[in-house]
T-cell receptor, first 111, second 114 residues
Framework: RKEVEQDPGPFNVPEGATVAFNCTYS??????FFWYRQDCRKEPKLLMSVYSSGNEDGRFTAQLNRASQYISLLIRDSKLSDSATYLCVVNSGGSNYKLTFGKGTLLTVNP | GAGVSQSPSNKVTEKGKDVELRCDPISGHTALYWYRQSLGQGLEFLIYFQGNSAPDKSGLPSDRFSAERTGGSVSTLTIQRTQQEDSAVYLCASRSGGAAGELFFGEGSRLTVL
C-alpha cells in the first residue's frame, strides 16, 4: 500500500457543483494532515490543514477519519478558479517532519 | 525577497554532467525540504533538513544525489553523472515551527538532461 493514495481523477465538473476528493494513508502514527493546491506549472500552496474534528474554510471542508486512515476535501459551489490539482499531504508519523504527498487529483471546473 | 528562492530556474545539461541546484529558504525557517516532480507526476520526497539534526535522506534515489545545508540556511542539491531520468522539476520548500507548519515552496528548478 502506498503511503498516501488519492482518487486518480481527473474530475470535470460544472460551475456550482459540489466535488469531493478522497485520500487514504498507510501510517497509523501520522499526526499532521493537509490539502495543498497546485496550479498548472506552479508550485504547491497550502489550501488547508486537516484537524481531527473536521474543519471548514468558506466553501472548503476537510474531514479526517483516523480509524479508517482517510482524509477528504469537499468543495461546494465550485468556481472556475478552483481548477487545479489537489494534493493530499501526510507526515510520516508522530512529530516526524517528513511529509509525503499524494499524486494529486486534477479538477477542472467548466463554465 | 520574502519567499523561497531557487536557482537556476532552468538548467539544460548533457547526460553524464554534474549539476548543482540552490535553495535559499525563508529567513528563520528551520526545516528545509527537497522534492522532485516529473511531468504529470506527484511530488517525490528526496531529503529534509531540520535544524541541527541529521538530515532525513531516505528519499534520495541513488548515491548520485546528495544535498547540503550550510549554516542552517542555504541548501545545495547536487546530482552527479546526470541521467535522462533525472529530468524533472526540483522543488525546495521551507517551514518554521513544528510538524504541523505550512510548507512554503520555491518556484522550482527545471532540469532537462539531454
Amino acid at each position: 500500500r502506498k503511503e498516501v493514495e488519492q482518487d486518480p481523477g481527473p474530475f470535470n465538473v460544472p460551475e456550482g457543483a459540489t466535488v469531493a476528493f478522497n485520500c487514504t494513508y498507510s501510517n497509523s502514527a501520522s499526526q499532521s494532515f493537509f490539502w495543498y493546491r497546485q496550479d498548472c506549472r506552479k508550485e504547491p500552496k497550502l489550501l488547508m490543514s486537516v484537524y481531527s474534528s473536521g474543519n471548514e474554510d468558506g466553501r472548503f471542508t476537510a474531514q479526517l477519519n483516523r480509524a479508517s486512515q482517510y482524509i477528504s476535501l469537499l468543495i461546494r459551489d465550485s468556481k472556475l478558479s478552483d481548477s487545479a490539482t489537489y494534493l493530499c499531504v501526510v507526515n510520516s508519523g508522530g512529530s516526524n517532519y517528513k511529509l509525503t504527498f499524494g499524486k494529486g487529483t486534477l479538477l477542472t471546473v467548466n463554465p | 525577497g520574502a519567499g523561497v528562492s531557487q536557482s537556476p530556474s532552468n538548467k539544460v545539461t548533457e547526460k553524464g554532467k554534474d549539476v548543482e541546484l540552490r535553495c535559499d529558504p525563508i529567513s528563520g525557517h528551520t526545516a528545509l525540504y527537497w522534492y522532485r516532480q516529473s511531468l504529470g507526476q506527484g511530488l517525490e520526497f528526496l531529503i529534509y533538513f531540520q535544524g541541527n539534526s541529521a538530515p532525513d535522506k531516505s528519499g534520495l534515489p541513488s548515491d548520485r544525489f546528495s544535498a547540503e545545508r550550510t549554516g542552517g540556511s542555504v541548501s545545495t542539491l547536487t546530482i552527479q553523472r546526470t541521467q535522462q531520468e533525472d529530468s524533472a522539476v526540483y522543488l525546495c520548500a521551507s517551514r518554521s515551527g513544528g510538524a504541523a507548519g505550512e510548507l512554503f515552496f520555491g518556484e522550482g528548478s527545471r532540469l532537462t538532461v539531454l
